[in-house]
Nanobody, 124 residues
């Protein structure tokens, strides 16, 4: 079992920045690939970014490339999402997820554990 807890969400103006954190407890954090997903009101949950078990490989959806940076600190059992140049369309509940095997995936169905989510609201 892996327990995930997100933090760092909030209200920010367009163009601003936020840093989300995902703290993990339970089984070995470093053996899991990790991902960030988001869900806006009335929309399906969508892939945002993912990182391999070692942190050596990162992946982003096109709409956040160049603005968001995913990273992890295996010594602290924590993953991060640095979000810069935020836009109103980034408004959503952001959730972190863990996938066994260390290989990333863009599919919500291929992650084994999920956090409860943190709200990010970007005002125009």
């Amino acid at each position: 079992q892996v327990q995930l807890v997100e933090s760092g969400g909030g209200l920010v103006q367009a163009g601003g920045s936020l840093r989300l954190s995902c703290a993990a407890s339970g089984r070995t954090f470093s053996s899991y690939a990790m991902g960030w997903f988001r869900q806006a009101p009335g929309k399906e949950r969508e892939f945002v970014a993912a990182i391999s078990w070692s942190g050596g490989n990162t992946y982003y959806t096109d709409s956040v490339k160049g603005r968001f940076t995913i990273s992890r600190d295996n010594a602290k059992n924590t993953m991060y999402l640095q979000m810069n140049s935020l836009k109103p369309e980034d408004t959503a509940v952001y959730s972190c997820a863990a996938r066994g095997g260390g290989i990333y995936s863009r599919s919500v169905h291929e992650y084994d554990y999920w956090g409860q989510g943190t709200q990010v609201t970007v005002s125009s």
